[in-house]
Every structure is written in structure tokens, then in C-alpha cells.
């Protein structure tokens, strides 16, 4: 008999919850809302969202857009963008995660108090990303940011430097950055470092981690924009070899091994639980019948 077990622990995270959440608010009463880039990386919630009447713009189209509402989605904004809107007489609704905006606060602070004092605001996160875009914003552009350890080579290490994290990098990387930064600053240097990972993500690492070494085969459900299913993936198929990724259920075409009888699913924080759950309903209709016919 073959068991299929969900991830409690998997799933929307509060900031894509509250984003979702005020976007179907505004669909209510309306069947147009904006949204500035993809609300969460799920094409599938993308979709289901679309049909309820939001359509996704990019950075270029909401310069041409007036007198428009436009929702933020949890991964925040630079400055610049709120004052777009504002000449083009567009109502923000903003759902820019809390943690997120907390964080915005915070480096634009240090930004504004060591202007002039030749200090480096350095941001580890990936480069590009929407939450990363949002946090140089609030340097005017000049925070450097750094992906991997041979990034560091960007930085000045007889200048003072300040280092904030993307919220959703994992806790490890973050120490091995601090760790070599402080290895290398001269003796003189003031080093600072900030740890703004959001717990609520970093807590899923290990939490899956356990939850796939239970099982004896894994399917991870993430949309393949995001970087946060990548992420947990990584650490999924380092705890059970048997893990495969997928985005969608009809992705799964085949019944599993015989040998397989726990079978578990889990997912990013961009990964709805209807989703999973429809994934698991896949899993039972391909095995539990298939084995069914195999013992008759």
C-alpha cells in the first residue's frame, strides 16, 4: 500500500499569503488590478489570479500607465517606483511583506547616516532579484551586491563596510559571507553585518530536510522562477536522493517503484497548498489503482 503525506510545513509564507489576500480583496469590487511583475512564482496561482481579472505588468508598462491601481507584491519596491506612480497618478496598494519593508527602513537609514563617509552598503542576495531590485533602491543604486564568495572581490576591505542579507537566503550562506568578509578587512576597518534573513523561510530548511528523509520518494512543487524553491530542493534531494521537482501534477506520467510506499510532498514559499494537494491526488490515481491491478 502506498502513502502520500503533504508538508505541513510547506506553502505560502506570510508575505505571499498577505499579498494574494489583498489582491483578491480588490478583485471583489473590481475586475482590474495591476500588478507589478509576477505576484508570486507560481505560474499556475498567476494564472488562477489572472482570471479573476489581474494582469501582470512589467517596470516599462507601468510608465505608461495612468490613473491605474497597481499592487506591489511582497518583494518591495524601490523609491523610485512609488514616485512613478505618483506622477502617473496611480493608487498603490502595497504589499510589500513587512519583513521586506523593515529591512528597506533599515539600509535606507544606514544609507542616509554614513552618506559621504566612504562606508560600502553591501547586500547578500541574488543579483536582480525583485526583493534585491527593491533594496539598492534604497541606495540610490550604490549598495553592492554579492552572490557568491568571489564576489567579495568587489569590495574595499580597508573601507568600512555594512552587510545586510536578502530575507530569503539561507542562514549558512550568510554566516560563511560574514565569516570571510571579517577574515579580510584590515585591522583598522569597522565591519557591521545585520542578519535579516526572515525566519519564517529560513525555519523550512531544516523542516524539509527531515520531512524528506522520512519518505522513501519526494516530489517538490515550485514554479521554476522561483528562487526559494530552488533553494529547498537543493536541500531535499541532499536528504533523500528519490526527490523530484515539478511544477504542476500532470507532470508525474508514471506509477513509482514497487518498493516505494511513503511517498511525500512539499514545496516552496511561492507553492500553494491546492496545488500539493492536487499533486498528492495525482500520486494516489497513478499508484494506488496501478498496484491494485497488479495484485489481481
Same mark, same amino acid.
Given at each position: 500500500m502506498i502513502e502520500v503525506e503533504i508538508d505541513t510545513g510547506s506553502g505560502f509564507c506570510f508575505g505571499v499569503v498577505n499579498a494574494i489576500h489583498s489582491a483578491e480583496e480588490e478583485l471583489? +469590487?473590481?475586475d482590474e488590478l495591476y500588478c507589478l511583475g509576477d505576484i508570486v512564482h507560481n505560474s499556475l496561482e498567476v494564472e488562477r489570479l489572472k482570471a479573476l481579472g489581474l494582469h501582470t505588468i512589467n517596470h516599462d508598462e507601468l510608465g505608461r500607465l495612468h490613473n491605474k491601481k497597481v499592487l506591489l507584491r511582497a518583494h518591495g519596491e524601490p523609491p523610485s517606483t512609488y514616485r512613478l506612480a505618483k506622477d502617473n497618478g496611480i493608487t498603490i496598494i502595497d504589499a510589500t511583506c513587512p519583513v521586506v519593508l523593515r529591512l528597506q527602513k533599515k539600509i535606507q537609514k544606514h544609507y542616509k547616516e554614513t552618506k559621504g563617509q566612504h562606508t560600502q552598503l553591501v547586500i547578500y542576495g541574488k543579483k536582480g532579484h525583485a526583493e534585491v531590485n527593491g533594496l539598492v533602491g534604497q541606495?540610490?543604486?550604490s549598495a553592492i551586491v554579492i552572490e557568491k564568495m568571489e564576489d567579495? +572581490?568587489?569590495?574595499d576591505f580597508s573601507r568600512n563596510i555594512i552587510l545586510f542579507s536578502q530575507t530569503t537566503k539561507s542562514l549558512d550562506g550568510f554566516s560563511a559571507i560574514v565569516e570571510a568578509i571579517g577574515q579580510r578587512v584590515d585591522a583598522n576597518v569597522k565591519f557591521e553585518f545585520y542578519d535579516t534573513i526572515c525566519r519564517q523561510v529560513a525555519n523550512r530548511l531544516p523542516g524539509v530536510k527531515t520531512f524528506a528523509a522520512a519518505h522513501d520518494w519526494i516530489y517538490f512543487v515550485a514554479g521554476e522562477k522561483s528562487s526559494n524553491g530552488k533553494m529547498l530542493f537543493e536541500e531535499c534531494l541532499k536528504a533523500n536522493s528519490n526527490s523530484v521537482f515539478i511544477s504542476h501534477? +500532470?507532470?508525474?506520467?508514471?506509477p513509482l517503484p514497487a518498493s516505494v510506499h511513503q511517498v511525500g510532498v512539499c514545496g516552496a514559499t511561492s507553492t500553494p497548498k491546492w496545488l500539493m494537494e492536487e499533486v498528492a491526488e495525482r500520486i494516489k490515481e497513478l499508484n494506488i489503482i496501478h498496484r491494485k491491478l497488479e495484485t489481481k
Open positions: 471583489y +469590487d473590481t541606495t540610490k543604486g567579495l +572581490d568587489k569590495l501534477a +500532470d507532470e508525474i506520467k508514471t
